[in-house]
């Protein structure tokens, strides 16, 4: 059959049809798969709550790099483009193009703009992780963290991170095993500290939807180390583990509850008094256990799944 010349031909027009169709099922795969929202997708994994002004911050820096970056890309993609099509061999080629070797505007332009915009993205990630570091003067709240194989223990403190002695006169602790999701209760305020160590091996603290996590480093004092938060809002998240710290790292949960500064100040009343952490939860009108994760049985020899 003759062809009209510049006329795709339909088996060409077929095979478009068919790669444009495979390249739109193959980006709605994922999000299928996923069974994620259109709009869980473009959060892009981060959590949808904040609770920190400290996660805002990180969650605007990480908005503003993946514009910046996908800004970059659709440049770099278009001018790709616009070579194959514009400089596209055409049969009536019969010889090479003019050869450019260099071009000095254009190398000085593509070697100073990438400088640009890591120095812009320098300057705003170190305003940024100064104000996530940042420790004041004198907390609102403190918790001691530790971690250990393969669960937490948390230490509630006075202003002044000194341990508060309960009506047993041990200090008031949460501890958490194999049968119980340890919570740590801490007030929706700002300047709340943290105070963490390991016992054992290299752990690390994680609360997923707070965008941070710390890691515990044993070797007692010398190996201490504290962070901040400042809540503005309450509600319930789970914590885990994020460094790999034995068989039963992935079973290393917890939970963590910020209530109303009135609240905290009740619940840790209750467990200086000697209430446990459940009584001191139904006292405030929350959950006595943890609703977020749950504890998993780790003997090996019980034949159930985890």
Request: proline share 6%; net charge negative; with cysteine.
């Amino acid at each position: 059959m003759r062809q009209v010349v510049g006329t795709p031909s339909r088996e060409r027009r077929g095979r478009a049809r068919r790669a444009i169709g495979l390249t739109a099922v193959a980006a709605l795969l994922p999000v299928v798969l996923a069974g994620c929202s259109l709009d869980d997708a473009f959060y892009l994994g981060w959590p949808r709550t904040r609770p920190t002004d400290q996660s805002e911050q990180m969650f605007d820096l990480w908005v503003g790099s993946t514009i910046a970056a996908l800004a970059v890309g659709v440049v770099v993609w278009g001018l790709i483009f616009w070579c194959v099509a514009a400089y596209k061999k055409k049969d009536s080629d019969t010889e090479l193009p003019r050869q450019t070797h260099y071009n000095l505007p254009a190398e000085l332009t593509f070697t100073a703009l990438p400088f640009v915009l890591i120095g812009i993205l320098f300057y705003y990630t170190v305003i940024v992780q100064d104000n996530v570091t940042e420790l004041s003067e004198q907390p609102k709240a403190c918790t001691e963290v530790t971690a250990f194989k393969w669960n937490w223990q948390f230490t509630y403190t006075d202003e002044n991170c000194e341990a508060l002695t309960g009506a047993d006169g041990q200090p008031v602790t949460e501890t958490g095993d194999s049968d119980y999701i340890p919570i740590i209760v801490v007030p929706n305020e700002d300047d709340v500290r943290f105070v963490g160590n390991a016992e054992d091996v290299i752990h690390s603290f994680w609360v997923p939807d707070l965008l941070f996590k710390r890691d515990l480093i044993p070797g007692g004092d010398a190996q201490t180390t504290q962070w901040e938060v400042d809540f503005n809002s309450e509600g319930t998240f789970v914590g885990r583990c994020a460094e790999l710290c034995g068989a039963y790292h992935a079973f290393m949960n917890f939970e963590m509850r910020v209530v109303s500064p009135e609240d905290y100040e009740t619940f840790v009343n209750a467990r200086v008094e000697g209430a446990t952490t459940p009584e001191a939860l139904e006292l405030i009108g929350q959950d006595p256990y943890a609703t977020t994760t749950h504890p998993f049985n780790t003997d090996p020899a019980s034949g159930e799944a985890s």
